[in-house]
């Protein structure tokens, strides 16, 4: 019986062990997917409190404002880069096995999404008190794309534009990302 006890305790950790290692070697990729998840959602509404002041649905706040450019800037350029490396396809991640294969093309628009909304921030400073005309977008800039238009391969100066024109850039930026990186939903 004591024998049994010993066979059935040996066993019991074993299993144990395993079930142990097979969760810690797990767990890391599902940490790095809910991580990006997570850093994605933050960027997504940080977009959209901007995208509403724009609009004019939400009133000018310069610190609001400046903190959806901070957030944004935050979770773009090198974290951003560093969350993708390694093997980046993962169950529950929408990520593309062509990010390893592009990488320097993945790495520099992170690094632009963070330029813009750095733009974006430096812009906020410059206007505490009202969304300023010269934040706002005009004909010229209009006609140089939005976040639809076709990327050019040379990123302009953002801190030469208008905090709008940076914004539709910006949000040009995620579109193409997500084009290139991003799986289909079937």
């Not at 079930?19 to 810690?24: D, E, L, N, P, Q």
């Not at 300023?132 to 040379?154: F, Q």
């Amino acid at each position: 019986m004591c024998s049994n006890a010993v066979k059935s305790s040996g066993l019991v950790l074993a299993v144990v062990a395993v079930i142990s290692v097979s969760a810690a070697t797990a767990q890391p990729g599902d940490d790095v997917v809910r991580e990006r998840q997570r850093d994605m959602k933050a960027v997504a509404a940080a977009a959209k409190s901007i995208d509403a002041v724009f609009k004019g649905t939400s009133p000018y706040d310069a610190k609001a404002f400046k903190s959806a450019a901070e957030t944004i800037r935050a979770y773009s350029g090198k974290r951003l880069s560093e969350l993708f490396e390694g093997p980046v396809v993962a169950e529950g991640s929408k990520a593309s096995a062509s990010i390893e294969a592009e990488r320097p093309t993945f790495d520099k628009l992170a690094t632009e999404l963070g330029a813009y909304a750095q733009a974006l921030s430096v812009a906020a400073d410059r206007n505490p008190a009202v969304l300023a005309p010269g934040m706002r977008m005009h004909g010229v800039d209009a006609s140089m794309g939005g976040p639809l238009a076709k990327r050019n391969s040379a990123m302009p100066d953002p801190m030469s534009m208008p905090a709008e024109h940076a914004f539709h850039l910006m949000l040009q930026v995620c579109t193409s990302c997500h084009a290139k990186f991003r799986t289909k939903d079937n």
